[in-house]
């Protein structure tokens, strides 16, 4: 009730919420009525793991919709046994270590997870994802089984470093280095994926996979920054020690400690700026992608990101519970990301939100400052804005512009795209109210 309250209060929300539910096409559906049970099995697993993302996943071009579902679903298995606190390291290592050989065999599964890891069934049932994952072009198969090689070393050699066991990550350096393990890999894995379906230019793995490294780090990050709750609870913490240990003696203390509360929030600033560096390489992997479900596949978590980042800064209540989007806000950042004027104009809208937010007393308003003006400089030569002010006539940071945040910057470039849905949606909203209002005389006349 609720969300369907917040919904309501929100219009241009409901309206994208229903456009997304009701008149979305997809261009390839997914159709499993006569598929083995392997690759139903496989789709359930994955509708298990991430609700939202699967429905992403399941839109692409049929040439990489298994692979890169299959992808997905070994790296959530390899995730799962680096998660289990429960396992003996004396069994996880060597079992992480060896993960890109178990696709060879033709049936393995894992029994030994604990019964709090919600994604154990993938394990337990890793046959059905053998199964399909060699049905996959060998060239596709390849590239998982190198990610996974990778990854799971990667994921190894931390579980055995003494001091990120005690300490969580120690320095800028490490923190890069554990997400370039758990998030970069995927962006290496999916741009070798695209290329070789001819749907990304190979700029995409120039500079040993710069670009994508960039797209995994920018989500990594932002989620590392948005759990800091959470991870407390559970008792680890993914805040490299070089940036939080500037704002106070313990990581715990921002939360235990109400007096510390601002120097979290300041501590959270310099992390944002730190996420932020990425944004540039972001939007030019984006301008590398040629199909066009891919080009959502990509963008869809990124402004699922922007869109997070510019929530949780300078936003106290991240150090005391979860922040999320709002789900019309996701609606309308699916909706608007589908062309890539569109995605350049939600990073500006948000990068505006996140400089009005800025605050002159934390001591990187300046840097963030210039960041911000960078993005929107780039922002600006992608796409112009129609009748802008150009940066250097402006004299100080802009006002927010309810239009902006209401119908929003996005309206712009997505209209093309979307103007057919949305006349469809405003028909179904008007046929909605009139019933009502009809409904409404009539009963008026009865009485
Ligand atoms: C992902 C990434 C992902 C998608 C597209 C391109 C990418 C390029 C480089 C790196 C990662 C890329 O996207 C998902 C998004 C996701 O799962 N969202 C969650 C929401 C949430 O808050 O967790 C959802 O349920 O909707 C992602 O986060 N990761 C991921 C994993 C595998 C693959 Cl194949 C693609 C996880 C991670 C750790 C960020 C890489």
């Not at 150009?390 to 927010?400: D, N």
Request: with cysteine; hydrophobic share 40%.
């Amino acid at each position: 009730m609720g969300k369907l309250l917040q919904l309501l209060a929100h219009p241009t929300e409901f309206r994208a919420a229903l456009q997304y539910f009701v008149f979305k096409k997809s261009m390839y559906p997914l159709v499993l009525d006569d598929a083995p049970e392997s690759l139903k099995k496989c789709y359930q697993f994955l509708e298990l793991t991430s609700r939202s993302f699967s429905a992403v996943i399941k839109e692409l071009h049929p040439e990489l919709r298994d692979a890169i579902m299959i992808f997905y679903l070994v790296l959530r298995a390899l995730d799962t046994v680096e998660d289990d606190m429960t396992l003996d390291p004396k069994i996880k290592v060597p079992l992480l270590r060896t993960f890109d050989e178990k696709l060879l065999l033709k049936d393995w599964n894992f029994n030994g997870c604990g019964p709090n890891e919600k994604d154990r069934l993938v394990l337990e049932e890793f046959q059905y994802i053998l199964i399909e994952y060699h049905k996959l072009k060998p060239e596709y198969q390849d590239i998982v089984k190198k990610i996974t090689y990778k990854m799971g070393n990667g994921m190894a050699d931390y579980i055995l470093d003494e001091k990120f066991n005690t300490n969580g990550v120690e320095t800028i350096k490490d923190f890069d280095l554990y997400c370039h393990y758990v998030a970069g890999l995927v962006g290496e894995g999916l741009s070798d994926l695209m290329v070789l379906a001819g749907f990304a230019d190979s700029e995409v793995q120039a500079d040993n996979y710069q670009l994508s490294e960039s797209m995994g780090l920018f989500l990594q990050k932002t989620n590392i920054i948005r759990d800091y709750h959470e991870d407390l609870e559970d008792g680890r913490s993914f805040y490299p020690r070089e940036v939080w240990s500037k704002y106070t003696e313990s990581l715990p203390n921002f939360f235990n400690k109400p007096e510390e509360r601002m120097s979290g929030v300041q501590c959270i600033s310099e992390l944002v700026l730190n996420a932020l560096e990425h944004v540039p390489d972001v939007l030019t992997y984006l301008s590398l992608i040629r199909e066009s479900t891919s080009f959502n596949f990509c963008a869809i978590p990124q402004v699922m990101a922007i869109a997070t980042l510019a929530e949780i800064y300078n936003n106290v209540n991240v150090l005391e519970k979860n922040v999320k989007i709002r789900k019309g806000t996701t609606c309308k950042l699916i909706l608007y990301s589908r062309t890539l004027p569109g995605v350049v104009d939600i990073f500006r809208h948000y990068v505006r939100v996140i400089n009005q937010k800025s605050d002159v007393k934390d001591p990187n308003y300046l840097k963030i400052g210039i960041k911000l003006g960078q993005i929107e400089q780039l922002c600006e030569t992608m796409y112009p804005t129609k009748g802008a002010i150009p940066p250097h006539v402006r004299k100080e940071r802009q006002p927010i512009n309810e239009n902006i945040l209401n119908r929003g910057t996005f309206d712009r470039s997505g209209a093309e795209v979307i103007a057919e849905e949305e006349f469809k949606t405003n028909a179904a909203i008007s046929l909605v109210v009139f019933t009502l209002l009809a409904l409404g005389f009539f009963m008026l006349g009865r009485l």
